[in-house]
């Protein structure tokens, strides 16, 4: 049931065939202007001889407004209402217990969802589509979509974030969740460069527009899904005008502020944070190094600067902030040649608390923060910030970035927000990010529309960078016509202003299908602004799912369809990101190079960017079980191929210590003394998954395993005395049994 007191690991499994009940994904998207409405279509069945209740933790974009939920089953359709959480809750319990079909979806936090299938009949398919629309913004000259396809593992205790036992995402190395794709880009974009940096696509050309899919058809879930749209000459001003439910109007007006530069920028204070955590490992802390590399490169001699690495514990370079003279920047980044993902957990308040604390010069202080994101339970660590006075800049990396937090942590300090994968510019994106932190901001913000408003949304308009887009909506009981002004002022006094003109050709929406959507859209970015109950009764009058209302279906079963057991629960687990842990990598084909190096095809050999020091850095670790696993993965980079280990030669070339290979030869020795070198290398690699560091091997290298025990005859003893001498290890220490020395010849 979905109340039941079920236990919810949330660590790494590596058991397949039970992941069966999600069948398919598919993404419809439609870009119009900067009006993106998504369909996503998510395919569940029941394999199983029994009624079963489907439960699925996933992401969408933390911005995106919920507009509509429909449900097929069979050759039903039924429409999603949105009702007030608590009546949601009482009736979907009420429906399973009778043995009705009931679906659920509930807002955990922004970004955040899980779905709830109750009672799937035997044989039965159901799919649900999910309707939502997002603005989105210019950066610059770039409009970045963003479509989250999994969660990567969360440092802490999810339930203290809210979360039930049956909603907490688990994950499986096995697990292949796919998804299908189309964008449709439409209105002033119709013409605009496309990039996509997470996957390859194909894209087709019309004088309507631009439609892009997939290259391959579908692809892995795996990673987000990241395409950049790029137009130096559409107008970034405009104003669009939608009728409300009452009759009114709703207008949204859109600028992209020009603010004028300073005479002369002074001096600034910047503490670098950088998450060193477990979850970092791999893609992620390459791209940190790099990132910090070059922020050190942005540094004037009059600037002041700081790092702080974090984990479970929390390291600072300088006990103060020090200036960023050549010595000082030359000193720090020979310390980044040792940077790695080896610290632990993410005590990410800690690390905040120590940066905010560090003195420094009486001027103003920044934090840059890079991170993935991934912890449970941030208000308590976005309250802190907000309370210390620094605006935190973040900067979000890897194929799976906790969207929500890091944007949420950059709004409510002052700062911004930028993301970054692998294969993005990332030289381009600090050098944006570090002109935030320069230039001026504008804090006192005033639009003028042409006459006075019902109500404004937002109703104080936060600070304002150059070249990023701010939207604000108002109310009006009469359609607003005429020119709409924004008026900004510096800190330093001086002022800017620029006007957007309505354009009474242009549709604010990009459907016919989706009635009131910029009132919807405007209504929903009110909520967190209003108190607990306008709020909700807010949602539920404009059909939004909030933190106080869910979307509810009950399909009404006649007595001869009706199930006559409590379903069982099967949870839907995620994919495993790629990169996650150094686990894999998010490099395309292109890229196909080992995760310390990578290069573009139609660039020169000697332009590889390797990791500083990277020799020393894995002699070093090569003695550890997660090191020696590492080196695994490292050799097992395509979707499909063969276990590359076969030999004790092979064992030793990824760095296992002799005398844990003289142990494996021992245990061989006793239990099967015919079998092949082969059988016993591939025997000990089973062994190794099947112990409690089995989560460090990356999904083919998993796959490539378990191929070839499936084309080998397994001794059963073998397997067993090999299974019981490595159960305990850890990532770092091989054991009691095989007490590591000072030197591995």
């Not at 696509?201 to 950049?228: H, K, P, W, Y």
Request: overall charge negative; some cysteine.
């Amino acid at each position: 049931m979905y109340l039941s007191e079920q236990s919810a690991a949330h660590s790494l499994h590596t058991t397949a065939g039970e992941n069966l009940v999600l069948q398919s994904v598919n993404v419809d998207v439609t870009f119009h202007n900067l009006l993106c409405k998504t369909i996503l279509k998510q395919v569940y069945r029941n394999l199983e001889e029994k009624p079963i209740e489907a439960v699925y933790t996933f992401p969408l974009a933390s911005k995106a407004a919920l507009l509509g939920l429909k449900v097929t089953i069979g050759d039903r359709e039924l429409q999603g209402t949105v009702i007030e959480k608590g009546s949601a809750e009482e009736r979907y319990e009420e429906a399973i217990t009778d043995g009705d079909t009931a679906i659920m979806l509930e807002l955990l936090e922004p970004g955040l969802y899980t779905m709830n299938i109750g009672n799937i009949l035997a044989g039965e398919e159901v799919s649900v589509a999910i309707t939502y629309a997002e603005l989105y913004s210019w950066q610059g000259d770039i409009l970045r979509f963003h479509l989250p396809t999994t969660i990567s593992p969360r440092y802490g205790n999810p339930e203290s974030a809210g979360l039930q036992p049956h909603q907490v995402p688990e994950y499986d190395l096995l697990t292949e969740n796919r998804f299908q794709l189309k964008i449709t880009i439409s209105g002033s974009l119709a013409n605009a460069e496309i990039e996509c940096p997470s996957h390859k696509v194909s894209v087709a050309r019309s004088n309507n527009g631009s439609v892009v899919t997939l290259a391959t058809g579908e692809a892995c879930m795996d990673r987000d899904f990241i395409l950049n749209i790029h137009s130096c000459t559409v107008a970034k001003d405009a104003v669009v005008v939608d009728r409300d439910l009452d009759g009114g109007f709703v207008a949204l007006a859109s600028f992209a502020p020009r603010l004028p530069l300073p005479d002369k920028i002074p001096p600034k204070s910047v503490k670098i944070v950088v998450d060193c955590s477990g979850s970092m490992g791999g893609d992620s802390i390459a791209q940190a190094r790099q990132a910090i590399n070059d922020i050190l490169n942005q540094l004037r001699p009059e600037d002041f600067f700081n790092l702080i690495a974090f984990g479970s514990t929390c390291k600072t370079y300088s006990s103060q902030q020090l200036r960023a003279n050549k010595e000082n920047i030359t000193k720090v980044k020979r310390l980044l040649r040792s940077l790695d993902a080896d610290m632990g957990g993410t005590e990410m308040n800690q690390a905040l608390q120590a940066a905010i604390q560090i003195p420094g010069p009486p001027i103003l202080h920044d934090i840059l923060l890079i991170t993935d994101g991934e912890i449970w339970n941030s208000e308590e660590l976005i309250s802190t910030a907000k309370k210390s006075g620094h605006r935190v800049f973040t900067i979000g990396v890897g194929s799976s970035v906790s969207e929500g937090f890091v944007r949420q942590l950059a709004r409510e300090t002052g700062g911004a927000c930028e993301l970054v994968t692998l294969n993005e510019n990332m030289a381009g994106k600090i050098v944006r990010h570090f002109n935030r932190i320069y230039l001026p901001k504008a804090t006192d913000i005033t639009v003028r529309w042409p006459f006075a408003p019902n109500k404004n949304i937002p109703d104080n308009i936060g600070p304002v960078y150059d070249g990023d887009t701010l939207h604000v909506f108002a109310c009006f009981a009469e359609k607003p016509q005429g020119p709409v002004m924004l008026e900004m002022t510096l800190a330093d006094g001086r002022t800017s202003s620029q006007t957007a003109i309505p354009d009474n050709q242009e549709s604010a929406i990009p459907v016919d299908d989706l009635s009131n959507t910029l009132a919807r859209m405007a209504m929903y970015r009110s909520l967190a602004d209003e108190d607990e109950k306008v709020a909700a009764e807010l949602a539920v009058r404009y059909q939004l799912i909030s933190p106080h209302t869910n979307y509810l279906v009950v399909d009404m079963r006649d007595g001869k369809e009706s199930g006559h057991d409590l379903p069982l629960l099967r949870k839907v687990r995620q994919t495993v990101a790629a990169g996650w842990g150094g686990t894999g990598s998010v490099c395309l084909e292109e890229y196909d190079f080992p995760m310390f190096c990578r290069r573009k095809l139609d660039e020169p050999q000697e332009s590889y960017i390797i990791a500083p020091n990277l020799e020393q850095h894995m002699g070093k670790q090569k003695a550890t079980p997660a090191s020696f696993i590492k080196s695994c993965n490292r050799l097992h980079t395509k979707l499909r191929q063969t276990l590359k280990i076969e030999s004790y030669d092979d064992l030793a070339d990824c760095g296992l210590p002799n005398r844990i290979i003289d142990a494996v030869k021992s245990i061989a020795k006793q239990k099967a003394p015919l079998a092949s070198e082969k059988l016993i290398v591939l025997s000990f690699l089973l062994a190794l998954t099947r112990s409690s560091v089995g989560g460090e091997f990356s999904r083919k290298t998993m796959r490539a395993i378990n191929k070839a025990k499936k084309a080998l005859l397994l001794y059963e003893q073998l397997n067993k005395q090999m299974t019981q001498a490595f159960a305990g290890i850890s990532k770092d220490d091989w054991g009691p049994d095989y007490p590591l020395e000072q030197e591995d010849n």
